[in-house]
């Protein structure tokens, strides 16, 4: 089994319509969750952070944790074509960063 | 507030070949990880360094080393280079005794080829 599961898309949404990105993962001591965008050709970004269970919303972005079930979930309301990128979700375990294969994302004008 | 910085942008080397690579970490931030990324696969761990120290360790050879010098700034070094070790290298800096302590920026990486 590995670490950090994703879905590797790609996940093609039209404009305006809510994406949902899903990853789960293996480490139950598993202590901060975390979601990157990374366009073609760049660097990951940090968009979200997420510590305990429940929902956590920054403007357009909602990251849900459940821990009993070992998942994460990203939330992008109202996409819009700049979203369309790859969005990797990263689990941290004292100083490891474990990432997940991504899960590419396009949003159709 | 300056972001994290690497060099160089790209870098071509032969098989065998030795090869340095450095990033300066976010103002603030005193914690420094590198990170691996093959094309189409997420970024894999090599090591983290706070104060100058080693702090851990992936799943990565010896021949990949690294250093953190005072100003918090670091280089990963990698010898002996093989044609895998193609590959985006990124550095990410953290703050440490802070609220987001746990949060990792990255630089915008440095793409290696190994011919």
């Known amino acids: 089994q590995k670490e950090v599961e994703q879905n590797s898309g790609p996940l093609s949404v039209p404009e305006g319509a809510i994406a949902s990105l899903n990853c789960t993962y293996s480490d139950r001591g598993s202590q901060s969750f975390f979601w990157y965008r990374q366009y073609s050709g760049k660097s990951p970004e940090l968009i979200m952070s997420?510590?305990?269970?429940g929902d956590k919303e920054d403007g357009r972005f909602t990251a849900q944790l459940n821990k009993a079930s070992q998942y994460v979930s990203l939330l992008i309301r109202d996409s819009q074509p700049s979203d369309s990128a790859t969005y990797l979700c990263?689990?941290?375990?004292?100083?490891?960063?474990?990432f997940g294969k991504g899960t590419l994302l396009t949003v159709n004008p | 507030e300056t972001g994290v910085t690497q060099s160089p942008t790209h870098l071509i080397k032969t098989r065998g070949q030795q090869v340095t690579l450095r990033c300066s970490s976010q103002?603030?931030?005193?914690?420094v990880s590198w990170y691996q990324q093959a094309l189409g696969q997420g970024p894999q761990f090599i090591f983290q360094y706070y104060r100058e120290e080693e702090n851990g360790r992936g799943n990565f050879p010896p021949r990949f080393s690294g250093l953190q010098f005072p100003n918090y700034s670091s280089e990963l070094n990698v010898n002996a280079l093989e044609l895998d070790d193609s590959a985006l290298y990124l550095c990410?800096?953290?703050?440490?005794?802070?609220?987001?302590?746990?949060?990792?920026?990255f630089g915008p990486g440095t793409r290696l080829t190994v011919l």
């Open positions: 997420i510590y305990s269970n």
């Open positions: 990410a800096s953290s703050p440490v005794l802070a609220e987001n302590y746990n949060e990792q920026f």
């Open positions: 103002s603030g931030h005193n914690t």
């Open positions: 990263a689990v941290k375990r004292n100083y490891k960063l474990t």
